[in-house]
């Protein structure tokens, strides 16, 4: 079952209980003078036995300093049992970078 989360601190507690987590870029369409554009957004997710947790970042940049933090907290253990998995290739140089 599908859950999201509004704040940070929710995801992190969701998180320590995690089996694994996801960082995933997606985009949303709004609407400008200028027509219809395309805006990157970041998804954090994480993987409980029971629910699948989800954090949207819709500034890009602040999602992508929440990744790094996450997977720092990762490599140490302290969050999604350790593994974290980005699933867009042109994310990984940004976060492990």
Known sequence: MPKEVRTEE???EAAKRAREC????????????????????????ARTRRYLYTLKFE???KGIEFAKKLREMASK???CGGNLVILD???E????G
């Open 77 to 79: 253990n302290e969050v």
């Open 10 to 12: 929710e995801f992190l």
């Open 22 to 45: 996801r960082v995933k870029k997606s985009y949303v369409y709004v609407k400008t003078e200028q027509g219809v554009e395309k805006k990157p957004i970041l998804k954090v997710k």
């Open 59 to 61: 500034d890009f940049e």
């Open 89 to 91: 290739k042109d994310l």
């Open 93 to 96: 140089p940004q976060i492990t």
